[in-house]
Every structure is written in C-alpha cells, then in structure tokens.
C-alpha cells in the first residue's frame, strides 16, 4: 500500500515540475465553537517556483527571491525565504515535506484518493489530509483536491477550483511599476 502512495505522491509532485498548475482556491478556518472564516486566491505553480494571490496580498517565488507586494502601501518586499516560509505559502510543498516527517496512510473511494499525513514528532499539526484525484482513467497524474490541516481545535482546508495544468512557462517575479522596494534579502 505504502509503494502505491509513494508512486501517487511522486506522481503528483513530478507533475508539478513538468507542467505549470493553475487554480484557484478557498481557505476556510474552523475553530471548534465560532463561525468559519473563508478566503479566497488563486495560485500558479510550475516545481516550487509559485504565485499566490491571496489576503490582499500577491505573493511570488522564483526559487531564489520571495516577492511580497502589499498593494495599498504600494511596496514590494523582497526576501530569501526560509524552508519554513515558503511551507507556509505553498500548501503541495508543505505536503511533500511532510511525507518525510510523517507516517502516511493511504485509501481510495470511488477513484478520490485520501492521503493522511500524521507526524511521528509531536509538532503541534495532529494530522494533515490530502485528498487527490486521477486526471484522466488510466493516466498516472493526479490533481489535488482538498488540503486539510487538523491543528488541536483549529481545522484549516484549502479547497482546489479549477485546477489545471499548462506546458505555459511564466516569469515568477512580480515587478510592480511604482511600487517601494523593500530589499532584504
């Protein structure tokens, strides 16, 4: 079973630094007894290279330079980001980091496959589920679905809409004209 999920995750992962995925998505904030918060973005993706347009903010990796643009004070901060910070923005990065610091289960239900990541060090995430789906019958490339994170009290999911992958190349750096340039790298 645990070879089967390897080959789904490479799969996936592999795909990514093929082609370029688009989406859009919805994360959604659950704690246990108020009201959900949601939020909306969209994303680009092409290997760990991203954009992400989400919170009022756009957000863009090139695999060197983080680029952070905060359209109403106008200013683009540039960063080398941590392994840590770009978990944090790229939800399919933080799951392929997982993979290695968890023991991963797998099941499949009517062609949806659920992937449960749970750490084998407490770290305060008790379980991570990722579920994804074949994109086409008899193809080994898959798509996520749904990105669930279970934090104590605190549930958080990004929902994929309109997911879709391109043989398109983008330029992942944002060049805001007239912006204040924030350099720290």
């Known amino acids: 079973m645990k070879i089967i999920l390897l080959s789904i995750l490479q799969s996936l992962f592999a795909l990514l630094g093929q082609k370029t995925m688009t989406t859009d998505f919805t994360i959604t904030v659950q704690q246990q007894a108020s009201q959900p918060v949601s939020y909306t973005g969209t994303m680009s993706m092409h290997g760990?290279?991203?954009t992400l347009e989400a919170f009022g903010t756009?957000?863009?990796y090139d695999g060197k330079t983080l680029y952070m643009f905060n359209e109403d004070a106008n200013e683009l901060t540039l960063s080398t980001p941590s392994r840590e910070?770009?978990?944090e923005a790229?939800?399919?990065?933080?799951?392929?980091?997982m993979a290695?610091?968890?023991e991963v289960t797998e099941s499949t239900t009517n062609g949806l496959t659920t992937i449960t990541f749970v750490p084998k060090e407490p770290v305060g995430i008790d379980k991570i589920t990722m579920k994804v789906k074949p994109l086409t019958s008899g193809k080994q490339d898959y798509a996520p679905t749904t990105i669930t994170l279970k934090e104590g009290a605190q549930t958080t999911t990004v929902l994929f809409r309109n997911l879709r992958y391109s043989d398109d190349l983008r330029e992942y750096i944002l060049k805001p004209e007239g912006a204040f340039i924030n350099d720290i790298r």
Not at 90 to 97: E, S, T, V
């Open 48 to 50: 760990e290279q991203f």
């Open 58 to 60: 756009q957000a863009s």
């Open 85 to 87: 910070e770009l978990y």
């Open 90 to 97: 790229n939800p399919l990065i933080f799951a392929k980091a």
């Open 100 to 102: 290695d610091a968890c």
